[in-house]
């Protein structure tokens, strides 16, 4: 497995602008800092009820207030920027990560480098292997949340289509579970949910992000979807080796 980019944070964002789509959520919110500390200048999008939760930012970014799927929003929030940085997240039933990530991709500059977060389930060839339990719980959940009109999982496999088919420089990072906690380092990573490096199904939340902020330098993500899981993790000390 490979690390996206240098092992040290530098300041490679210098003189660079990058947006942070869903910037107020708390994969969001580390997205901005670590795009901070490389140097970027941030314009971060989120719910006009959520802008408080940037306060601690101070003057260090552009807010722009709106749902991610607002084409407006969207569009003023991009423009020049060189980088974009979208949380895909399927609420309610009204394609919401759907609309986000078309948003994105109809108004992000020609050449900008656009990364998207969904979750293991999303596949791009086909060729992931997904084990029983894991299979059963993505069903479950998925019905009862969508009859529940609370996410549609569908939504995030549809948004992650319409990216993969795209003539973009994208990459759709697809996270294993989540956890807080202090960093561990940068995630490894496998082109396929299956491999023995993902087995321990668990990343930290704050280096997840980073690896979302590292992928905007890493020529080797583009167009890739790599599955992480966290670099301290056992399943990645006994397997971590070259992407699978």
């Known amino acids: 497995m490979e690390p996206a980019g240098a092992d040290a944070v530098g300041k490679s964002g210098a003189g660079r602008r990058v947006c942070v789509v869903g910037a107020s959520g708390k994969l969001g919110r580390h997205m901005v800092r670590h795009a901070l500390d490389r140097g970027y200048e941030v314009v971060g999008v989120c719910r006009e009820r959520s802008v408080d939760k940037l306060a601690g930012f101070g003057g260090r970014i552009t807010v722009i207030p709106g749902m991610t799927d607002d084409r407006e929003a969207i569009a003023r929030a991009v423009d020049g920027c060189d980088a974009v940085l979208t949380v895909l997240v399927p609420w309610g039933v009204n394609h919401y990560a759907t609309g ?72 759709v990072v697809r996270g294993s579970d989540l956890e807080e906690g202090e960093s561990q380092g940068l995630p490894v990573w496998s082109r396929h949910v299956g491999d023995p490096v993902l087995a321990s199904n668990l990343t930290r939340r704050v280096d997840y992000a980073r690896f979302m902020v590292e992928a905007v330098d890493d020529d080797a993500l583009v167009r890739e979807a790599p599955a992480i899981v966290g670099r301290l993790t056992p399943s990645a000390l006994a397997h971590a080796g070259g992407p699978a």
């Open 100 to 171: 986000t990530a078309q948003a994105v991709l109809d108004h992000a500059r020609p050449g900008a480098r656009l990364v998207f977060s969904c979750g293991w389930h999303i596949t791009r060839d086909g060729k992931d292997v997904y084990s029983r339990r894991f299979r059963l719980y993505a069903a479950v959940f998925g019905r009862l949340a969508k009859l529940a009109r609370v996410v549609d999982v569908d939504d995030q496999v549809e948004a992650c289509r319409r990216i993969f088919a795209s003539d973009t420089s994208w990459t």
